[in-house]
């Protein structure tokens, strides 16, 4: 019997060795410590920033509605505008646009303009954004205009539209404006007959 005990104790002598070996300490030097995650916060309008600007392409039309002159005047043509979100809500821009202005009897004459523009988003339906505009410039037609006025005018825009994407890049804008077209008695209230008119555009914008 002490034969075998013998044994016994030796062969468990020999395992306590082995499986303190097979199970080693893990230590702090063994534990991968890796950097704490970053969270990259993107600029407001995407990840350039490049949602923010907006060139819009639109064509309208115009008609005098009241304040009337002699003759009733008829304005068509185009704007081309680049504008810069400011915030969610406010966008400013820079118009520029061509209109034809018929006149009788003289006829027609171009009325090149420069304005600057104001937006503000009021509401959204579903992805329709509903927003108010506004904002004037200066101009200076090919003869004078109205008939009896200046070829140099003062612009005043104001109105209503909508605006609804296509897809991520193209949107559809369109809207209701008041255009008024005088040249601020500069030369004297005789020379200052005036444009009141109503009319709508409607284009493309891209961002």
Known sequence: MSDQRRVVSLLLALAVPTVGAAQPVQTAADVEVGPPPIEILQPAGGPDGRDRWHLE???????????LNLYKEQLIGGAITLSRQMTPTWTLGVET????????????????????????????VGETSVFLEGGGGASYASDEVPIRGTRFNLIFQSGVGLVRPLSSRIALVGGLRWLHVSNNSLHGRDHNPDIQALGLYMGWRMN
């Open 57 to 67: 392409l639109t064509g309208g039309f115009f008609l005098e509605a009241w304040d």
């Open 97 to 124: 646009s061509l209109l034809r202005v018929k006149q009788e009897p003289i006829g027609d004459v171009f009325l090149p303009a420069v304005s600057v523009m104001v937006r503000w988003s009021a509401f959204r």
